[in-house]
């Protein structure tokens, strides 16, 4: 079979397996394989290795006395994932703005995807010298702040998955250890902050924080990035405060009091941002 006929194959099942989902959708009760296959003009087989795959994944559900499918709960957390996706960069915006005004740095918005960090925003100093990252970097995991945010609250088949295998090691600096990564994610979950100095690249640091939806539910993770001289290792003070405390406003707009409960105030500057009452 020739790469271009490989190609169309599987564009083919990527359309029939769209149109399933939105027959299923668009249906008032459960459907039957026959049903299914007779409204989209195609093979009861070929319907019914679909409906397999995507029951396997967890995508539609199957009721057991009748047999027929429905859409499956995890479509419904797939959409609410999406609509927090796409409303977390506009309303991080303010809060990156202010981070990198405050300190001087580049800021930036991530979110978790499959227990790794992926970079959607940023927010360049204007100095002469800037240090950043652009939007659709994915940092490595076991050896960036965001990536080890975002493996401190991913599922353990996550977890493992990433850390199985010899990790890289991009400086002498970089954190391989097991062991070590571990003690580092029950910390984050702790004192909600992590920083990475030297790791992903000799001289630079990221000081990163959580936003989350819940204790256990990462939303996003909001960092600044720059040299180490102006990132020193575990920085505290000013800094420190003004990334956790973006961090825990934006998690209180999501409904979440963590911060609040691990005794992290929000800075003033900071609450200036967030809506009356919150």
């Not at 010899?166 to 970089?174: G, Q």
Request: net charge neutral.
């Amino acid at each position: 079979m020739t790469l271009e006929k490989e190609t169309a194959n599987s564009l083919d099942s990527v359309a029939v397996v769209a149109q399933l989902l939105d027959e299923l959708a668009a249906a008032p009760a459960p459907m039957g394989v026959s049903e299914i296959a007779r409204a989209l003009n195609q093979s009861k087989a070929r319907i019914h290795r679909n409906l397999v795959s995507l029951k396997h994944f967890g995508l539609i559900d199957q009721d057991e006395a009748t047999e027929k499918y429905r859409l499956g709960w995890k479509l419904f957390q797939l959409g609410e994932r999406a609509g927090v996706q796409s409303n977390i960069r506009a309303i991080a915006a303010p809060y990156l703005k202010l981070l990198c005004e405050t300190t001087g740095q580049s800021s930036l918005l991530s979110i978790p995807l499959n227990g790794e960090a992926l970079v959607i925003a940023a927010v360049d100093n204007e100095s002469n010298v800037s240090i950043t990252v652009k939007p659709g970097n994915r940092p490595l995991p076991h050896c960036s702040a965001q990536g080890r945010i975002a493996l401190a609250y991913a599922t353990d088949t996550q977890r493992e998955r990433l850390l199985s295998g010899p990790l890289l090691a991009p400086t002498p600096h970089s954190l391989v250890d097991i062991h070590a990564i571990d003690l580092r994610l029950q910390r984050i979950r702790e004192h909600l902050m992590e920083d990475a100095p030297n790791e992903a690249l000799t001289g630079i640091n990221v000081l990163a924080a959580p936003i989350l939806r819940s204790a256990k539910d990462l939303i996003g993770i909001v960092a600044i990035v720059g040299s180490i001289q102006n990132i020193p290792p575990s920085p505290a003070g000013t800094m420190a405060d003004m990334v956790r405390g973006c961090a825990a406003a934006l998690s209180k707009l999501f409904g979440c009091d963590a911060y609040e409960q691990h005794g992290i105030a929000i800075p003033p500057e900071v609450r200036r941002l967030m809506p009356s009452g919150r």
